[in-house]
Nanobody, 120 residues
Framework: QVQVVESGGGSVQPGGSLRLSCAASGSSSSQSFMGWYRQAPGKQREFVALIESARSPNYQYQDSVKGRFTIARENGKNIAYLQMNSLTPEDTAVYFC????????????WGQGTQVTVSS
């Protein structure tokens, strides 16, 4: 069974930074991709970012985080990072990491979420 665990959430003032980490265990695939969604109270879950592979990686970002957030993977490991800079209160949400082994017909695996709170 694949397990996905996020860490690094917390409280920060506007303009501050946080670095989220995501570790997936129980699977290994050169075709895997990982990423993040977030959900604020009373709002729908929305896509944040993804990275397809540590080998010649392709990236994708939600428009509202472009230029502020950076996603990366550690080579040879199922570990992804989300560096979040210039945070605003609108970034407050529970952030969920997903891991997809890339096998046709399989579903992604999700972490339990980590809380990010941006306030003065």
């Amino acid at each position: 069974q694949v397990q996905v665990v996020e860490s690094g959430g917390g409280s920060v003032q506007p303009g501050g930074s946080l670095r989220l980490s995501c570790a997936a265990s129980g699977s290994s695939s050169s075709q895997s991709f990982m990423g993040w969604y977030r959900q604020a109270p009373g709002k729908q879950r929305e896509f944040v970012a993804l990275i397809e592979s540590a080998r010649s990686p392709n990236y994708q970002y939600q428009d509202s985080v472009k230029g502020r957030f950076t996603i990366a993977r550690e080579n040879g490991k199922n570990i992804a990072y989300l560096q979040m800079n210039s945070l605003t209160p609108e970034d407050t949400a529970v952030y969920f990491c997903f891991y997809n082994p890339g096998t046709t017909g399989t579903r992604p695996f999700w972490g339990q979420g980590t809380q990010v709170t941006v306030s003065s």
